[in-house]
């Protein structure tokens, strides 16, 4: 069997991997467009993070179950370190009405049978010191994290070593079983997998658009953070990655594939008030990258107009790494649609809801 997948980012290497460990032959096209999802990951793993369906946390709990096993694995036949860490998240809420907040998200954890801990200002500050006085209380939770750029390596290399196939030339039509190159060429195989982010749309007609993220890459020489930590109802997060450097994201916007950057100070100032002092690190860099969304903000997985779909994992391309991969796998050799994919199949009501460039559609 031969398959093709269309782009290379987490998503289509996982997959790629999968199949190629499984004795497919594997090609990978990819013209290596600047903006990708991951390139503004925190790599945190956190099943209930956002709003979450029964389904959706399904999916992601059975992913965050998968992770460890998936990192061994890669690590093992890489012998590269995707820095995949047991880390506590602390999600605070600031003042005034923290109290109300966090007594709401408690319940909501409950009943997603979240284990968590409720913690008041004074319980903040001692598992976290270098909290601003804006801060009222929050709640602690196990979790992990991985370091995106090293797992993409990582991925790429265990594909490089099944013997995975790289074109890094840009697709410009796809069928059920063939990929034509916009430099003309043709790729035949038997299936194809379309797993190019925030570019579906340019290949099938699913309303996926982009969601363009900033982040913040600040470098200390000690940390001032020792949690992932996250604000209630803000799209706010402080990362430690490393020994050296901080993550501060991140923005939401949806405003196409525009690739300026434009909210560094903005987000640093924010961050500054969580925590007093990040303010005066060092800037390493600015990122801007852009996460596929549909309508409803749930992944697409499973066959669409004879081509099969990995995508549309809007903020949570990282999480859902491994068990899309274990997902679409199956689903090609072996035609099973599972329990943990039914619920995502790219034929449901995808009503577009962009809020840019309706006039062209």
């Known amino acids: ?120 200002k004074q319980q903040c500050r001692e598992r976290e010191p270098g909290l601003g006085p804006e801060v009222g209380g929050g709640y602690l939770t196990a979790d992990r994290s991985v370091n995106p750029e090293a797992l993409l390596k990582a991925l790429r290399e265990a594909c490089s070593s099944c013997s995975v196939e790289f074109l890094s030339e ?85 405003v196409g594939f525009d690739v300026a950057s434009g909210w560094q100070r903005s987000l640093i100032e924010r961050a500054d008030r969580l925590v007093p002092g990040v303010g005066q690190l060092k800037i390493l860099e600015s990122r801007v990258g852009f996460r596929p969304k549909v309508g409803d903000g749930l992944p697409l997985l499973g066959e669409y107009q004879g081509v099969v779909v990995a995508g549309g994992h809007y903020r949570n391309g990282i999480l859902l790494t491994p068990v899309t991969a274990e997902l679409i796998s199956a689903y090609l050799l072996e035609g099973e649609i599972s329990k943990f994919m039914r619920p995502f199949l790219p034929d449901r009501d995808l009503r577009d809801r962009r809020t840019w460039g309706r006039e062209k559609k």
């Open 170 to 254: 840009a697709a410009g039509a796809v069928s059920r079983s063939s990929v034509t190159l916009r430099s003309g060429g043709v790729v035949e195989c038997d299936r194809v997998v379309v797993a190019a982010g925030a570019w579906i749309e340019e290949l099938l007609k699913l309303p996926v658009y982009p969601v363009k993220g900033e982040v913040v890459l600040l470098e200390w020489s000690k940390p001032l953070v020792y949690h992932h930590l996250c604000v209630q109802r803000e799209s706010l997060y402080l990362v430690p990655r490393g020994e050296s450097t901080l993550v501060v994201g991140a923005t939401e916007e949806e």
């Open 1 to 120: 069997m031969k398959v093709t997948v269309v782009g290379a980012g987490l998503v289509g290497l996982a997959v790629a991997w999968r199949l190629a460990q499984r004795g497919v032959s594997v090609v990978v096209v990819d013209e290596r467009r600047a903006g990708a999802a991951s390139r503004v990951g925190a790599g945190l793993l956190i099943p209930a993070g956002g709003r979450v369906s029964r389904h959706q946390l399904a999916l992601k709990g059975r992913s965050a179950e998968l992770y460890p096993h998936f990192i061994g694995e890669l690590e093992e036949e890489t012998g590269l370190d995707c820095q995949f860490r047991d880390v506590d998240t602390l999600t605070v809420a600031l003042e005034p009405g923290a109290q109300n907040a966090l007594s709401g998200m408690s319940g909501c954890l409950r009943g997603l049978g979240i284990e968590h801990e409720l913690l008041d």
